[in-house]
């Protein structure tokens, strides 16, 4: 009987092992589970961040390109400016320049068109007389006589 009784004690003490084995196995799974609820946690904070992190990148970055943007048309503006105020000083003194080469050539023009206006004048004017001194001296109609 003793080694009923000692098969007793021993399956006792096996079930006593066996429960607190069981408890500590609920305990580990438990823990697990709880484990395993903050990692799913934290990694969902971490792609929150994430996304919040990308949106705010994004909108500091359209926000340099925009200043930026900004800044170059600015400096463009500035840059045709000057241009702009240089090629007008640059077409006025072009024209005073042309201005100042023609203005002989005009004034030449107009002495060579006078000259030929004067010349015109004179030639009708010797012309007529011609005709004149030929009707007087000849007869001749005035109709058959071409200079």
């Not at 438990?30 to 904070?45: D, F, G, H, P, V």
């Amino acid at each position: 009987m003793q080694s009923l009784s000692g098969a007793a004690a021993e399956a006792a003490d096996a079930r006593t092992r066996l429960a607190a084995a069981q408890q500590a196995e609920a305990a580990l799974r438990a823990r697990l589970e709880a484990e395993q609820r903050n990692a799913a946690e934290k990694l969902t904070l971490l792609e929150q961040a994430r996304e919040s992190l990308k949106d705010a990148f994004a909108a500091v970055s359209s926000d340099l390109l925009a200043q930026n943007n900004a800044r170059f048309l600015d400096l463009a503006n500035s840059k045709f400016g000057e241009l702009q105020n240089t090629a007008v000083v640059d077409l006025a003194s072009r024209q005073k320049a042309i201005a100042d080469l023609v203005q002989p050539l005009q004034e030449s023009l107009k002495q060579v068109d006078a000259r030929l206006q004067d010349v015109d004048r004179d030639r009708a004017s010797s012309q007529a007389a011609l005709t004149e001194q030929i009707h007087l001296q000849g007869g001749i109609d005035g109709d058959q006589v071409v200079v």
